[in-house]
Nanobody, 125 residues
Framework: QVQLAESGGGLVEAGGSLRLSCAASGRTFAAITMGWFRQAPGKEREFVAAIRWNSGIGYYSDSAKSRFVITRDTGNKTTDLQMNSLKPEDTAVYYC??????????????????WGQGTQVTVSS
């Protein structure tokens, strides 16, 4: 059974940076795409970034583009999200997720079958 565990969340001032990490465990881990989503209080969960496991090609939401960078380490089975120039509106619980099958719908939650517990990111103004 595959499990995902996020780390690296915390409290940061606007303009600061945080690096989130998602560690996968389990013998049968096999992901085609890894994704990061976030959910702010009172809002629906939304796509932030995704990365194709084999190629390392990343995709970003409009709000993340130019500020966030997603990377993966295939040897350690980790997926990181470097977040720069953080804004108060980035405050949310951030989740990583794994998609076992190829899909062009990488922004959709339904593509992902395994989810982590989430890590809180709070950006103060």
């Amino acid at each position: 059974q595959v499990q995902l565990a996020e780390s690296g969340g915390g409290l940061v001032e606007a303009g600061g940076s945080l690096r989130l990490s998602c560690a996968a465990s389990g013998r049968t881990f096999a992901a085609i795409t890894m994704g990061w989503f976030r959910q702010a209080p009172g809002k629906e969960r939304e796509f932030v970034a995704a990365i194709r496991w084999n190629s390392g090609i990343g995709y970003y939401s409009d709000s993340a583009k130019s500020r966030f960078v997603i990377t993966r380490d295939t040897g350690n089975k980790t997926t990181d999200l470097q977040m720069n120039s953080l804004k108060p509106e980035d405050t949310a619980v951030y989740y990583c997720a794994a998609a076992p099958l190829y899909s062009t719908q990488f922004t959709s939650e339904s593509t992902y079958k395994t989810w982590g517990q989430g890590t809180q990111v709070t950006v103060s103004s």
